[in-house]
């Protein structure tokens, strides 16, 4: 069913390829297309958060919503941290933390799915929303304390990464144990 939610979400998932060019236009360093590739990232995050707010406000919630927002949002996060690392402007670390945490928990999602949905958590849309703001400041041109500042927001990203990842799966095994033997 087409409705405006859905049809954020699908701008999202055509800006993702969008982006990544944007990102290694030249050298991918480039100041200009830094920027432009900033504004496309900063665009599908504000896009991620107005599909879900109409979804939920106007009763706009979809299967192909629930199926294709989450995907949207780990191939804008995923294609960034890659892009950023094979720039050499993010540690591979960084990306293996972030990305092994979201297969994981998707993978969680997938399993726990026959005994319901564990909504999202207050610690996972702050990390959401941490993990954003700091991809953001690495696709910007930043230098000096700005580039300081945009580590600390990454490392408290990565951390928020781990700690709600822990808490996801000690969530799905206590809900799981809840439930009598073949349900």
């Known amino acids: 069913m087409a409705n405006l939610a859905n049809a954020l979400t699908g701008v999202r998932l055509v800006l993702v390829p969008v982006f990544l060019v944007l990102l290694f236009v030249g050298d991918g360093h480039e100041t200009y297309w830094r920027t432009a590739a900033f504004i496309v990232f900063a665009v599908a995050v504000i896009t991620d958060r107005l599909d879900g707010a109409l979804a939920r406000s106007y009763g706009m919630v979809t299967e192909f919503g629930t199926l294709a927002d989450p995907l949207a949002d780990k191939a804008l996060i995923g294609a960034a941290l890659i892009g950023l690392s094979m720039l050499g402007d993010l540690p591979w670390w960084v990306t293996v933390v972030i990305l092994v945490r979201e297969l994981g928990v998707t993978v969680l999602r997938l399993v726990v ?12 849309k702050l990390k959401t929303l941490v993990q954003a703001v700091a991809i953001g400041l690495f696709v910007l041109p930043l230098t000096g304390a700005w580039l ?7 490392l408290a990203a990565v951390v928020l990464t781990v ?18 033997a073949g349900h």
Not at 113 to 124: E, F, K, N, Q, T
Not at 148 to 154: D, H
């Open 148 to 154: 300081t500042g945009a580590w600390v927001i990454m």
């Open 163 to 180: 700690l709600t990842g822990v808490d996801y799966f000690v969530s799905a095994v206590r809900d799981s144990r809840g439930r009598p």
């Open 113 to 124: 799915l026959r005994h319901g949905v564990i909504p999202a958590s207050r610690g996972g």
